[in-house]
């Protein structure tokens, strides 16, 4: 598991748009694998686009921003890419306080996918509990890897969040960190920029899932 959490932090920060350079942007990045692509055979072809299932931007309105944030965004930039099995669409609200913009990943399988986004989700935070890593430490510690230990130790380790979509999780950072949420056969990952603690980007991140939600259900 702790291999997992690992690959989703490495994730978090894999850009797909165009985010700020403030340290306190939120991330601006896609939740799954990453991919290998393969080189052109002609110089003159060119890869289809890519097309996510659902339009991200359009799960929040300038209004649902402004609740959380104190201010409309700008601009809604939209982008797709495929990732392995899945198909990411992300959208970058940018708000004038470019410190304050959200970033709204939400990743579903692509066509003819041999695993589902769903199935993904519940593989990657499952058994997310302090048990397995204890059993990790337990590990380092029989190899004598005292400063491996205190990495293990480091590592961020997903949050269960309940009563929020099907099954969802907070994955802290340095920078505020992502709420994901499952919900059918998609899940999303929503990231609040700006000023305040954890905590308080953890109720804004929630208050903007729950309308996200309504719009997938």
Do not use: H
Not at 1 to 20: D, E, K, Q
């Amino acid at each position: 598991m702790t291999f997992r959490f690992c690959f989703i932090t490495v994730a978090l920060v894999m850009a797909v748009g165009c985010a700020s350079k403030d340290s306190n942007a939120p991330a601006n990045s896609s939740a799954p694998v990453s991919t290998t692509t393969s080189p052109a055979t002609n110089a003159s072809s060119t890869a289809p686009p890519v097309k996510s299932k659902i339009d991200a931007c359009s799960l929040l309105t300038s209004d649902d921003i402004k609740a959380v944030q104190g201010e409309a965004y700008k601009d809604a930039q939209s982008s797709a890419r495929q990732d392995g099995d899945f198909i990411v669409g992300q959208c970058y609200f940018a708000l004038p306080t470019s410190v304050n913009s959200v970033v709204l990943n939400v990743t579903s399988a692509r066509e003819g996918a041999s695993t589902s986004a769903r199935k993904f989700f519940q593989s990657t935070f499952a058994g997310s509990t302090a048990k397995s890593g204890e059993k990790e430490r337990e590990r380092e510690k029989a190899k004598g890897g005292e400063k491996r230990e205190a990495e293990v130790e480091e590592s961020p380790k997903p949050e269960k969040v309940t009563e929020l979509g099907e099954d969802a999780y907070w994955l802290a950072s340095r920078i505020g960190g992502a709420l994901y949420v499952l919900q059918g056969d998609e899940f999303f990952r929503i990231s609040v920029g700006g000023a305040g603690d954890e905590k308080s980007k953890l109720a804004k991140s929630k208050t903007l899932a729950q309308k996200i939600l309504k719009k997938l259900s």
